[in-house]
């Protein structure tokens, strides 16, 4: 049995880690953009402005991962059952004519592979990518068509 809970921790602690490296290469860059010559001491060098400029948008990312920490951190003391697809639900798919079952968890980062301890694979899915936008609201059952491609909802925790 695919235990909600259990996935929350574990994608909180890949965001955590993600959350960790952009730490890290926001300060690389803050060093990096202090030491360089400026485009007033050299003509030729624009490294301190690009340096501040990937600084800023390391801040962005950290600012995007709080956000997102925050949510799981809210979802943890909020678990409750879910019946229809809305972001932080469990959705368990079929493609239409397969046998093998897909687990995606809506959360609006997507692209982290998560496996449980029984070894299931589970996908964090974007709810403003293709599938996650023609997922939202749905309810088991219910079947979505994306890309010429139609699945069928099993089950939504």
């Not at 049995?1 to 952009?22: H, V």
């Not at 301190?48 to 920490?69: D, F, R, T, V, W």
């Not at 093998?100 to 609006?108: H, Q, S």
């Amino acid at each position: 049995m695919i235990n909600k809970n259990e996935i929350i921790n574990l994608l909180e602690l890949n965001l955590q880690e993600s959350y960790n490296t952009t730490k890290k290469g926001y300060e690389i860059a803050m060093v990096d953009a202090r030491a360089a010559e400026g485009a007033m001491q050299s003509r030729y060098s624009s490294a301190k402005e690009e340096n501040h400029e990937l600084a800023q948008n390391y801040i962005l990312k950290m600012n995007e991962l709080e956000k997102s920490l925050g949510l799981l951190h809210f979802w943890k003391s909020n678990l409750k059952i879910q019946n229809e697809a809305i972001s932080g639900a469990l959705i368990e798919l079929r493609i239409t004519g397969k046998t093998e079952k897909l687990w995606y968890f809506l959360f609006p980062v997507g692209g982290y592979e998560i496996t449980t301890t029984i070894g299931q694979k589970i996908i964090t899915l974007n709810t403003q990518s293709p599938l996650g936008k023609a997922l939202l609201r749905q309810k088991s059952g219910n079947t979505v068509i994306v890309r010429n491609q139609e699945y069928e909802i099993i089950s939504i925790i």
